[in-house]
């Protein structure tokens, strides 16, 4: 099936692009969420236009984006979790969506699906975190996790008794 792309789809092309999609895909998922149109000349000649508004759109929205790359670059993230005895292993992990929240706790609004961590974040350390503001725009901060104090003291008491 050939669909006109009205956004950018990951791995599939950007606004404006002819692609070869299978039906399914097209009539399932990138025609109800009004991602893709059929092909033919007035939806050809409605996308050139609409993609002329979408580039100017852009050329702003990249400079807000590279200014909030400029602050966010400079943000450093620290949490605290528990740990498993030796081993130095979380209970749980770090996930987009807590640095998400610590970001929104500096004042900074961020899709949690627009974070890129280089792995998941299961032991203490130093890990590197991404942030995709826009196409062509990522800013990238450190994130560091530590042991809970809370930890020690609960294998003190035990120890105790």
């Known amino acids: 099936m050939r669909l006109i ?13 002819v692609v070869n999609v299978s039906r399914g895909y097209g009539r399932n998922f990138l025609l109800p969420k009004r991602l893709a149109m059929e092909v033919n000349d007035d939806n050809l000649r409605q996308v050139e236009k609409e993609k002329k508004i979408y580039l100017v759109k852009l050329a702003k ?32 992990s770090v996930s987009p969506s807590d640095v998400a929240e610590a970001l929104a706790e500096k004042g ?3 899709e949690k699906r627009k974070i890129i961590l280089s792995e998941p ?19 990238s901060f450190p994130v560091t996790v530590e042991k809970d104090a809370t930890t020690e003291e609960v294998k003190d008491e035990n120890r105790e008794n």
């Open 108 to 110: 900074f609004t961020v």
């Open 61 to 92: 929205e990249k400079g807000e984006a590279e200014a909030l790359a400029s602050r966010l670059s400079a943000v450093k993230l620290s949490f605290q979790r528990k740990v498993h005895g030796e081993t130095e292993e979380l209970y749980g």
């Open 5 to 17: 792309l009205r956004e950018e789809v990951d791995h599939l092309g950007g606004r404006g692009d």
């Open 121 to 139: 974040i299961k032991s203490i350390g130093e890990f590197a975190a991404t942030i995709k503001i826009h196409p062509e725009v990522s800013a």
